[in-house]
């Protein structure tokens, strides 16, 4: 069972990864001998690569933003103007294998996908970079960041608890019930995470599919292109916000706690200073959290949903119970 595939990748400064890796994102379309789509978003580039697509790609879709403004507003754009059924999101510095979308098509037989990933290897094909993952508290966070994957290849259950937003392939018309990326963790870090947390919790599942790989150029990503203090600030920020939104309970009343005798506090006596900036950033967002929150809870009402972060990790556990697993 084929479905028809909009692509949507967004770009920044990324004219050089372009080059090298959109020939494999058409080599892979077309051999699914699908209808697709390609639709590349430029965030306010400073290079050529506008020029780069206009001139060497007529086929795709370009949408141009009015100025930079981060990754989930960009993706957002490529959605909100895709027409196909699924719609993969994929990272400019990702290569596709040929063969990338056969073992994929399955998942969407059933009605409650979400959507599904492939593995991730890095570029020299060494190691994996990115498989199933395990969702679990640990204190006052959610976590994901545990690795697995089947030895069983014709196991065709293997949740994970998120998709990576550098390649998912997901329902359209779910990701646009949901609205896409919370732009709350705009430039960039934990949207992907969130919005597989939100697609859980409607009763939605993501998958994981190790036959299907693709290779991440690692020095590829914007955020290579960003001074690190920044970024830090961003992802601690970003860090908060998403526990604020999908804790719950005791969990949520001890959240203030945590956060500044295990996170601030801590940084603060290390001479990491710019945990500050970050932690006042997140403060700043309790009127947008709150609107996150109370979306996230209308859409479970709609569904008639009462699927909890709790919920999510025993289905994950359960499923893996009598796997052969391999952790990374």
């Given at each position: 069972m084929r479905k028809s595939v909009s692509i949507v990748i967004p770009n920044y400064n990324g004219k050089h990864l372009l080059e090298k890796y959109l020939p494999s994102v058409f080599v892979a379309a077309q051999n699914a001998e699908i209808d697709f789509e390609v639709i590349v978003i430029d965030d306010g580039s400073k290079d050529d690569s506008i020029n780069f697509i206009k001139q060497n790609y007529q086929n795709i879709k370009l949408l141009i933003n009015d100025k930079n403004r981060g990754f989930s507003y960009?993706?957002?754009?490529?959605i909100s103007e895709s027409?196909?059924?699924l719609i993969l999101l994929l990272n400019s510095d990702v290569k596709l294998d040929p063969d990338y979308f056969s073992a994929q098509w399955k998942y969407f037989k059933q009605e409650d996908t979400f959507g599904v990933m492939a593995r991730i290897m890095s570029f020299d094909e060494t190691r994996i970079e990115d498989a199933a993952r395990l969702l679990y508290y640990s204190g006052c966070r959610i976590k994901a960041n545990k690795f697995y994957y089947?030895?069983?290849s014709e196991d065709e259950n293997v949740y994970t608890a998120y998709l990576s937003g550098a390649n998912a392939l997901i329902d359209a018309k779910k990701l646009k019930e949901l609205g896409g990326f919370d732009e709350i963790f705009s430039p960039f870090s934990s949207e992907d995470f969130d919005l597989s947390l939100r697609a859980w919790q409607l009763g939605w599942k993501c998958y994981y599919e190790h036959q299907s790989f693709c290779f991440h150029h690692i020095s590829g990503s914007t955020k290579t292109q960003i001074k690190s203090n920044f970024i830090k600030k961003v992802y601690y920020r970003n860090r908060f916000i998403l526990q604020r939104i999908?804790?719950?309970g005791m969990r949520l009343s001890l959240l203030p706690f945590y956060?500044?005798?295990?996170?601030?506090?801590?940084k603060v006596l290390a001479g990491k200073f710019w945990i500050f900036d970050a932690y006042k950033q997140y403060l700043a967002s309790f009127t947008a959290i709150n609107d996150s929150r109370d979306q996230l809870t209308n859409l479970k009402e709609k569904y008639h949903s009462d699927t909890s972060i709790a919920d999510v990790m025993e289905i994950i556990n359960q499923s893996i119970r009598d796997k052969n697993i391999k952790r990374l």
């Open positions: 960009t993706c957002n754009h490529g027409k196909y059924e089947s030895a069983d999908h804790l719950k956060l500044l005798f295990a996170e601030v506090i801590p």
